[in-house]
């Protein structure tokens, strides 16, 4: 078996290589959504793997490793946007390889940070316990955007968008939806 790190690479690069190509293809027209936009069509994907994993069937085709490689792209994308602010200008290639980088590294370093003290407790988890879990920081993710963003002690959004790509690469990994062992 693979180590994490290599599984988790393998998927971010994948996931990368993906973003890249519809951006080739539409350009960063995704650049006009605000953060709670960005939610829901976040929200749909994981609702989507939910209602597919209670059903234990589907009707279209496209299956649900793509909604969760579409979960990791969306919240890849609501982090740029965090970043840039308000700013609506186009990225160019280069500079928009950079920015994802940027927010898959500092995603990796808290996932390894979480991992070395929960000592990989997910790989224990269940995939349908994992999509509850995006699930709920969505919820709280659409509680905090409809406050304003105010929090009393809650880590706030870039945090519940952090965890969320973690929790859909391990879903990933757990799954073995793109032969990662």
């Known amino acids: 078996m693979k180590s994490t790190e290599a599984e988790y690479q393998e998927i971010i690069q994948y996931c990368q290589d993906l973003f890249a190509k519809k951006n080739k293809d539409y350009g960063t027209s995704w650049r006009i959504l605000r953060i709670p936009s960005i939610?829901?069509?976040?929200?749909?994907?994981?609702?989507?793997?939910?209602t597919i994993q209670e059903k234990g069937f589907q009707k279209v085709d496209d299956d649900i490793s793509s909604e969760f490689i579409g979960i990791i792209n969306y919240c890849?994308?609501?982090l740029i946007q965090i970043?840039?602010?308000d700013s609506k200008i186009e990225i160019d290639t280069e500079g928009l390889t950079d920015l994802y980088n940027a927010q898959?590294?500092?995603?990796?370093e808290l996932l390894f940070n979480k991992?070395?003290?929960?000592g990989e407790a997910w790989r224990d988890m269940r995939v349908s316990s994992m999509t509850d879990i995006i699930l709920m920081k969505l919820l709280r993710i659409k509680q905090i955007e409809d406050n304003q963003g105010v929090t009393l002690v809650s880590?706030?959004?870039?945090?519940?968008?952090?965890?969320m790509i973690n929790y859909a690469v391990?879903?990933?990994?757990?799954?073995n939806a793109l032969q990662t062992n």
């Open 83 to 85: 970043s840039l602010g």
């Open 155 to 163: 880590e706030g959004v870039k945090a519940g968008y952090q965890d």
């Open 170 to 175: 391990f879903c990933l990994i757990k799954s």
């Open 104 to 108: 898959v590294i500092e995603v990796k």
């Open 39 to 50: 939610t829901d069509q976040i929200f749909i994907k994981a609702q989507r793997i939910r």
């Open 115 to 118: 991992n070395h003290d929960y």
């Open 76 to 78: 890849v994308m609501a």
